[in-house]
């Protein structure tokens, strides 16, 4: 990755084609603030960072789940599509990871709970 540290001006010019970034950069930025990007290839996006030195240190991941969004939290606004992931620097470590995560839910005590009737929601009560 190639850290960029940008003036709001120069944010402003090389994400002119985004009007999400835009937006971001016009009304979250104060003036005089310096905007950093991160260069990966072709490809440049705005972010505070560093996550990662380069892609290269990724060689496990998964998608976690993903939601329907609306651009700044207004219904009135765009939906967009958020996605949520995790990576790992190996194989084994996402394997763990994932038979921690079956643990857990397994474990579950709302699940667990339900199942041995320990609680309900009763149809007549608020």
């Not at 892609?55 to 700044?72: D, L, R």
Request: charged content about 30%; some cysteine.
């Amino acid at each position: 990755f190639e850290r960029l540290e940008l003036t709001k001006e120069e944010a402003v010019k090389l994400f002119a084609y985004n009007k999400f970034k835009l937006e971001i950069i016009t009304t979250k930025v104060p003036d005089g603030d310096v905007i950093t990007a991160y260069r990966c290839g072709d490809l440049i996006e705005l972010c505070r960072g560093p996550h990662i030195p380069h892609t290269g240190c990724v060689k496990a991941f998964e998608i976690v789940k993903h939601s329907n969004v609306y651009w700044m939290g207004n219904e009135d606004n765009a939906s967009l599509q958020r996605v949520y992931g995790i990576a790992f620097p190996d194989k084994t470590l996402l394997k763990a990871w994932q038979e921690e995560q079956a643990e857990v839910e397994r474990r579950d005590h709302r699940k667990i709970g339900k199942k041995q009737e320990l609680f309900f929601m009763d149809p007549l009560s608020p």
